[in-house]
């Protein structure tokens, strides 16, 4: 069972759009939500991350849109660049010491 | 942020030998590591998790065996890989939590191993 479903599994987007990567999850226990950047050969980066108190969270060029009632959440990158390309994971997890649950990843290219 | 530095970043071994690789939390204590695995164009999944001075709790289907898990002070856990065969060959990633349970994480730079 996929706890956390993310799409598009791949995108592309030009020099200056806009590129959204959406998530769903199962889990309403889960109560923090990050975005994860992976460049190749790297660990993953903690990105921005949210709490259900809140339906949105910006961070620069980097926007998270959450709907607890639709069990969704999205990750906004305004203005994107081709230093953006990566692979992006959403997770979730619960309070404590509890470890992330994984989407399968979003590979962005950004093409100028 | 906080740093999690991992060695080595990456280690090439012969079928049949032990590999291990180190987790440490730079600038605070850990009292939760987490240690997951990814294969090329996947996602992470989780192995284990690794409790400072107690067992670790290993996920469905990781022998713990074969991956064994040490976490002997707040700074430092290590994952052993004993007997390593071809299909080990991946990249290992350890996380700790900053703090008491506030749940973000922060991820090593990986380990890549890569076994002949």
């Known amino acids: 069972q996929q706890q956390v ?3 598009p599994q791949s995108l592309i987007v030009q020099k200056g759009g806009i590129s959204i990567i959406n998530c769903a999850y199962e889990n309403t226990a889960f109560d923090y939500f990050p975005w994860y950047q992976q460049f190749p050969g790297k660990g993953p980066a903690l990105l921005i ?4 108190d809140v339906s949105e969270k910006k961070e ?25 390309s990566a692979t992006y994971f959403c997770a979730a997890s619960y309070s404590g010491n509890t470890p992330l649950v994984f989407g399968k990843g ?7 | 942020g906080a740093v999690v530095s991992q060695h080595p970043s990456r280690v090439i071994c012969k079928s049949g ?9 730079l600038d605070f204590q850990a009292t939760t590591m987490f240690w997951y695995r990814q294969f ?12 400072e001075g107690s067992k670790a709790t290993y996920e469905q ?21 004993t007997s390593a065969h071809p299909e080990d060959s991946s990249f290992y990633i350890c996380s700790a939590i900053e703090g008491a349970g506030t749940g973000e994480l922060f991820f090593g ?8």
């Open chain 1, 60 to 84: 620069g060029r980097f926007t998270i849109s959450f709907n607890k009632s639709a069990k969704q959440f999205s990750l906004h990158i305004m203005d994107s660049q081709p230093g953006d």
């Open chain 2, 17 to 25: 030998t032990s590999v291990k690789i180190e987790c440490r939390s």
């Open chain 2, 109 to 116: 730079e990986g380990s890549r191993l890569t076994v002949l």
């Open chain 1, 49 to 52: 991350a949210i709490r259900p």
């Open chain 1, 106 to 112: 979003t590979r962005l290219s950004v093409i100028a």
């Open chain 2, 40 to 51: 090329p164009k996947q996602s992470l999944m989780l192995m284990a998790t690794s409790n």
């Open chain 1, 5 to 7: 479903k993310q799409s």
């Open chain 2, 61 to 81: 289907g990781v022998e713990k065996d074969k991956f064994l898990i040490n976490h002997a002070s707040l700074t430092l856990s290590t994952l052993t890989v």
